[in-house]
């Protein structure tokens, strides 16, 4: 199911990255009193009563050999078109700016629930003073204080009521894939030559796609796809161009729908950093992954091409070993008919559940091959262990400390997994938790 998606909005050094970071219960975002510390956006979930959603830093975008202004009214417009929820945020100690004045113009003209934020309000003595924002026009302005966490739980309480319910019924004889990529790897071009129809617009100008498109259909089995084209991640126009940043916003939605996610590369520029990013969150989210690596007839190769490739894969994409890699060209149609199969195969992989007693059979044939860690000379004792989820395959080992369970040894064990059971294209998780 799609989570909806808030965006924190505003002019530098008005505690953004704070806000965001309180929010999501953590610190993720670099926190610093200098305009424009945040290079990047930073992407994380938050909860409350039980309602869950996207969060998205905006600080401190720079767009280079662009005015000020410029900087911010792309923050506004992309938060616009993009987030369910924008949450626009003052500073309460400087008050309003020329800056601030520009932001509200702008989201004067969206559709979107708009929340204001004066931040830095410590002292609630000076809570009066928040009167002067709601000149602003954008509604009751909340203050708070996102350092000492004073107010966040009304702010939280007003951004879960606006948020909207964003449901979607799972119907589980539906594979759900997405193409995920740089703009111009070739994704809509996949999509055109998968479907044999031209159902979306290819074009050699990086950012064509607009939108994310669902396209349904059906394979020779009877077994029924749903596609979303992340084509659009960038979109066309200066903003997009200047801040391709954002197009990771796309991916992330559509990674939050699919069951198996297809990691487009383009062999005619190789592998960046971009890529491994994306890729990341793929992993992260438990989706199966494919790496498909599209242009490939534009190569000129020898015997010891697609070696060097699946090598330098295999190094960039560490925590992607499990993930099968496909080379094939949208313009030939080469090894494209294989593509749906392969999806198959990785949604039954995720599906697939193991009975306990042959899975400790597994296990304990693994603490044969090599014994349990030792630290301090306390050795780890696995009692039993036991498969608890599907979609990713989850599973529970029972053990006497979990701080003797090392990484390196889980690894150990997920890779004993893997050989005695197919769990190719799909992340498997492994917890370690003490007997009680």
């Known amino acids: 199911m799609t989570l909806p998606t808030i965006a924190i909005v505003g002019r530098p050094n008005v505690g953004k990255s704070t806000i965001f970071n ?3 219960g953590e610190r993720i975002s670099i926190v610093e009193d200098t305009p424009g510390v945040t290079r990047d956006r930073i992407y994380a979930q938050g909860e409350w009563l039980t309602r869950k959603f996207n969060i998205i830093d905006t600080g401190g975008i720079e767009l280079s050999d ?3 202004m410029t900087e911010i009214r792309a923050q506004a417009e992309i938060a616009m078109e993009e987030a369910d929820v924008i949450v626009a945020v003052v500073d309460g100690e400087t008050g309003i700016t020329d800056a601030d004045e520009a932001v509200a113009q702008i989201l004067y003209r969206t559709d979107k629930p708009v929340i204001l934020v ?33 107010g966040t739980g009304d702010l939280l309480d007003a951004i879960v009521k606006e948020l909207p319910m964003i449901e979607e019924e799972d119907d589980e004889d539906v594979i759900k894939f997405s193409l995920i990529g740089r703009p111009n790897v070739g994704k809509s071009s996949l999509i055109n030559a998968i479907l044999g129809e031209e159902r979306v617009i290819a074009s050699p100008i990086a950012g064509t796609t607009r939108d994310a498109i669902d396209t349904h259909f059906t394979d020779e089995t009877g077994q029924e796809f749903v596609m979303i084209d992340t084509a659009g991640m960038r979109k066309s126009g200066k903003i997009y161009e200047n801040t391709e940043k954002y197009s990771v916003m796309r991916a992330m939605r559509a990674i939050d729908r699919s069951d198996i996610v297809l990691m487009v590369i383009n062999a005619e520029e190789g592998i960046r950093e971009y890529d491994k990013r994306i890729a990341g969150f793929a992993h992260e989210a438990g ?30 994409f560490k925590y992607l070993d499990y993930a099968p890699i496909m080379y094939v060209s949208a313009k030939t149609g080469q090894r494209l008919g294989k593509i749906p199969d392969k999806i198959k195969e990785i949604s039954a992989s995720q599906k697939l559940r193991i009975t306990s007693s042959v899975l400790n059979d597994v296990i304990m044939d693994a603490v044969a091959i090599n014994p349990t860690p030792t630290d301090k000379g306390k050795r780890l004792k696995i009692f039993y262990a036991t498969q608890v989820a599907i979609q990713p395959p989850t599973f529970v080992v029972f053990v006497n400390e979990e701080e003797l369970m090392h990484f390196s040894y889980m690894r150990f064990l997920e890779n004993q997994i893997r050989k005695a059971f197919v769990f190719e294209g799909t992340p498997i998780h492994m917890i370690a938790r003490k007997r009680k």
Not at 121 to 145: C, H, K, T
Not at 287 to 308: A, E, H, P, R, Y
């Open 22 to 24: 309180r929010i999501a």
């Open 287 to 316: 989706k199966g992954i494919i790496i498909v690596v599209n242009k490939w007839d534009t190569l000129d190769k020898d015997n010891k091409t697609m070696q060097q490739w699946e090598e330098d894969i295999r190094w960039e």
């Open 118 to 150: 004066v931040n830095k309000v410590d002292n609630p003595e000076r809570r009066m003073e928040i009167f002067d924002f709601y000149s602003l026009g954008l509604g009751d302005p909340y203050p708070v204080s996102a350092v000492h966490g004073l």
């Open 66 to 68: 662009e005015p000020f």
